[in-house]
């Protein structure tokens, strides 16, 4: 992909900042001048996350998720901006991608043992899910925004974790903006979001992970800019079940793990919240269906597909094009 030259910005000083949250780690890589508060910058950034996590954490028990799952059907349970504002754009996608993505798997999750209340599958937990009346999430909670408030219309147990890491990485980027950083990168796990260009002029160069257990490897590099991108992957947490891996994104249409050929998808979106519950999304529809739904989207989406002789590419947009060049020839 050809590149433009900028004038570099000579006043800049390259800082990473970082900690730890929601079982891994947040950073942030800085180009910023004498003028930015780095002390104050960190701060604010680690409180940003820790704020995402203690509302919408499964793992914490006095978390507003958890407090909303704990509530008598048809009561209104009051909750910050934040977390509605999540619950709303997870219910919406959940509609468009016909229940590929859905954030009320909670009982699945824990059901299969990769939430807060077991570590293996419990037969008798996966059975009773499976045998709940099946409505959808949207059917199941009502969103009162002006008010501030949600009431699940019938017994519901909610999970956002696949998407509350991308809403993490844009609080995270809002939070560089509002002290004027205008050269920065903001990561969480495998969700990031570049904050206009490197100082240099250059965009940011970020790995695409090769989904691979066993180690961790480059499958290829791809040039952000004013962009966020997010992977979802079957091959850091599954259950091996003789030849099959099963992911611990769940399918709630199926009421089982993810199982197909898809090994990792990678999404480009205007802010990481949406890549990050779109890459579910297309990852749970599998490869046909998820291709058709991201060209239907029009997302931009690479899909790294298990084949006998090895993964397969597969993408969309600039996905399909030169945007992700090989490590070994950069």
């Known amino acids: 992909m050809p590149k433009t030259s900028f004038e570099p910005v000579p006043a800049c000083k390259r800082t990473t900042l970082h900690g730890p949250t929601m079982g891994t780690r947040w950073s942030a890589t800085v180009d910023a001048d004498a003028s930015v508060n780095l002390a104050a910058l960190r701060q604010e950034l680690a409180a940003a996350v820790e704020q995402v996590d203690a509302q919408m954490s499964p793992w914490k028990p006095d978390s507003d998720l958890m407090r909303l799952n704990r509530a008598p059907v048809d009561t209104w349970v009051d909750l910050p901006a934040e977390i509605l ?28 043992g990769f939430g807060a ?12 899910v499976r045998q709940a009346a099946p409505r959808t999430t949207h059917e199941c909670l009502a969103l009162d925004l002006p008010a501030g408030r949600a009431r699940k219309r019938a017994p519901l147990q909610l999970d956002l974790c696949a998407i509350a890491k991308g809403y993490a990485v844009d609080r995270m980027a809002a939070v560089l903006q509002q002290h004027g950083v205008a050269h920065a990168l903001a990561a969480l796990d495998g969700e990031l979001r570049a904050v206009g260009r490197q100082a240099s002029g250059v965009p940011w160069a970020v790995a695409l992970e090769r989904p691979e257990a066993e180690h961790r490897a480059v499958h290829g590099v791809i040039d952000l800019q004013d962009l966020a ?7 850091r947490r599954y259950l091996q079940v003789g030849d099959a891996r099963l992911s611990h994104n769940m399918d709630a249409r199926r009421a089982a793990p993810v199982n197909n050929t898809v090994a990792s998808v990678t ?3 205007r802010t990481c919240m949406h890549a990050d519950a779109w890459a579910t ?18 997302l931009e989406a690479l899909f790294l597909l298990r084949r006998p002789k090895g993964l397969v590419d597969m993408g969309l947009g600039r996905f399909g094009s030169a945007a992700v060049v090989p490590e070994a020839i950069r």
């Not at 209340?117 to 009773?128: Q, T, W």
């Open 229 to 235: 991108v997010a992977t979802s992957g079957d091959y």
């Open 85 to 112: 504002e999540v619950l709303a754009c997870a219910l919406a996608i959940q509609r468009l991608s016909a229940g590929a993505f859905d954030p009320g798997v909670g009982a699945l999750v824990d059901a299969w």
């Open 281 to 298: 999304a297309l990852l749970v529809a599998g490869p046909g269906e998820g291709l058709a739904m991201a060209q239907r989207m029009g």
């Open 117 to 128: 209340m077991r570590d293996a599958p419990d037969g008798a937990a996966i059975h009773s």
């Open 267 to 269: 999404v480009l979106a």
